[in-house]
């Protein structure tokens, strides 16, 4: 992880009153290296494909960062994909909640050399602010965030992203990817992970450039116009996934 801003902080406790005791954490790098051992076996056996690669790196090289953003849903092989050397000039990096739930996909993060803010997709308290612009404009990091992430509602754009974007001058980049075979676990999200050997389509969508200043009005259309441009995202995923 990069710079000296914006460390992760290990918030003492939650609004349900849990405690990041030294046997969480304990446990929490058990989890975290087994679950970077499946993700491997996951991403190493896929057979996959990308769809507006050259979009996403024509961006970075005219902005040198962006705000890229996917479903709660897609967090899995997306933010694989975010840490990979596929894609020229990125460097990664992640806001995650900063509530004790957040801290097993900080160290995960962390444990995949990426940069890691610890912030909330809705607007962002003054410290995850000042973390993401630094991020973004003085080390050109690109910071990945789940806009209905962590506990949802399901596909509903929170302003965080469009927010970040806007501190910084940089572009809303949506992903999404679709795999066959996969599984959909009963969860809020319904969270997708595919099986060893499966075909994976990566997709890049159409970018989106929030003007500097909204009414409150213009910032709820913005939302609406980002999910679309989401779910579009996902049906070009479907689509290649078909072909």
């Known amino acids: 992880m990069s710079g000296e801003t914006a460390q992760p902080t290990r918030p003492a406790r939650t609004k349900s009153q849990r405690r990041l005791t030294p046997a969480r954490m304990f446990a929490y790098r058990l989890a975290v290296y087994l679950g970077a051992f499946i993700l491997e076996v996951l991403w190493r056996t896929s057979r996959l494909k990308l769809v507006g690669l050259e979009r996403l790196e024509a961006l970075l090289k005219e902005q ?10 897609h967090l899995l092989m ?12 990125m460097k990664p990096g992640f806001m995650i909640s900063p509530s004790v739930d957040g801290q097993a996909p900080t160290m995960l ?12 997709g809705s607007y962002t308290g003054v410290r995850a602010v000042r973390g993401v612009y630094t991020a973004i404009v003085k080390e050109g990091i690109s910071p990945t965030i789940t806009p209905d992430g962590p506990r949802g509602p399901r596909f509903k754009m929170k ?3 469009i927010f970040t974007a806007q501190i910084s001058g940089k572009a809303v980049v949506p992903i999404a990817y679709a795999a066959s075979p996969a599984r959909l676990l009963s969860t809020w999200d319904k969270f997708v992970i595919p099986w060893p050997f499966a075909r994976l389509r990566i997709a890049i969508g159409e970018p989106y450039f929030p003007p500097k200043r909204m009414s409150d009005e213009e910032m709820v259309a913005a939302q609406e116009e980002l999910e679309r441009r989401l779910h ?12």
């Open 64 to 73: 040198g960062a962006v705000v890229p953003v996917f479903w709660h849903q």
């Open 78 to 89: 997306a933010a694989r994909f975010m840490c990979s050397n596929r894609i020229e000039g």
């Open 109 to 120: 993060a962390e444990l995949y050399g990426a940069h890691v803010v610890r912030g909330s």
């Open 159 to 161: 302003p965080g992203a």
């Open 232 to 243: 579009e995202t996902f049906k070009i995923a479907e689509r290649a996934l078909a072909e």
